[in-house]
T-cell receptor, first 114, second 112 residues
Framework: NAGVTQTPKFRILKIGQSMTLQCTQDMNHNYMYWYRQDPGMGLKLIYYSVGAGITDKGEVPNGYNVSRSTTEDFPLRLELAAPSQTSVYFC?????????????FGDGTRLSIL | RKEVEQDPGPFNVPEGATVAFNCTYSNSASQSFFWYRQDCRKEPKLLMSVYSSGNEDGRFTAQLNRASQYISLLIRDSKLSDSATYLCVVNEAKTSYDKVIFGPGTSLSVIP
């Protein structure tokens, strides 16, 4: 049972570099989410998607972009990395908007911008 | 008022103790509720859903009070392995999408 898989697990970037955080799920979930969690803080929603081809902004979308071309994949793109984007990034998925479906999380990507 | 609030703690309790956490939410139309646990530097994991009538899973009991807009988590006979951050999660299911809100978490340390 793979569930939600995130790659890479760790990455160090230089300021101004770009990268894509990969997220894939094999549970045929409609909903997918990207969160960031700064040290000692709670989860903040960056972007979410309710299905292939549909994405929307969360609480902290600036500096990020997403796409959802398939049900399985939901990559997160950082175009111009900034030190403020140093964080742990979690991808999650859930079955639908039925209201009582919990989210399943990937292991996280630990990103440092230097 | 924040959408979902929790006492950040930390709660430091001895092994075997009973500890309770509360979580308040601001939207009375919220429809479903969960408790997650998050170990240090790990991903959040579902602990249990919270049902209207209250529910129990082993040493853990969750309750919902819609009138006062809070949910609670009770842990009996605390174990060292219960040390973690407990996240309250509220789902404001909309007509077109779910708005899932994570609380900031309550830190629990169970001490030998």
């Amino acid at each position: 049972n793979a569930g939600v898989t995130q790659t890479p697990k760790f990455r160090i970037l230089k300021i101004g570099q770009s990268m894509t955080l990969q997220c894939t799920q094999d549970m045929n979930h409609n909903y997918m989410y990207w969160y960031r969690q700064d040290p000692g803080m709670g989860l903040k929603l960056i972007y979410y998607s309710v299905g292939a081809g549909i994405t929307d902004k969360g609480e902290v979308p600036n500096g990020y972009n997403v796409s959802r071309s398939t049900t399985e994949d939901f990559p997160l793109r950082l175009e111009l990395a900034a030190p403020s984007q140093t964080s742990v990034y979690f991808c999650a998925s859930s079955y639908s908007g039925a209201g009582n479906q919990p989210q399943h999380f990937g292991d996280g990507t630990r990103l440092s911008i230097l | 008022r924040k959408e979902v609030e929790q006492d950040p703690g930390p709660f430091n309790v001895p092994e075997g103790a009973t500890v309770a956490f509360n979580c308040t939410y601001s939207n009375s139309a919220s429809q479903s509720f969960f408790w997650y646990r998050q170990d240090c530097r790990k991903e959040p994991k579902l602990l249990m859903s919270v049902y209207s009538s209250g529910n129990e899973d082993g040493r853990f009991t969750a309750q919902l009070n819609r009138a006062s807009q809070y949910i609670s988590l009770l842990i009996r006979d605390s174990k060292l392995s219960d040390s973690a951050t407990y996240l309250c999660v509220v789902n404001e299911a909309k007509t077109s999408y779910d708005k899932v809100i994570f609380g900031p978490g309550t830190s629990l340390s169970v001490i030998p």
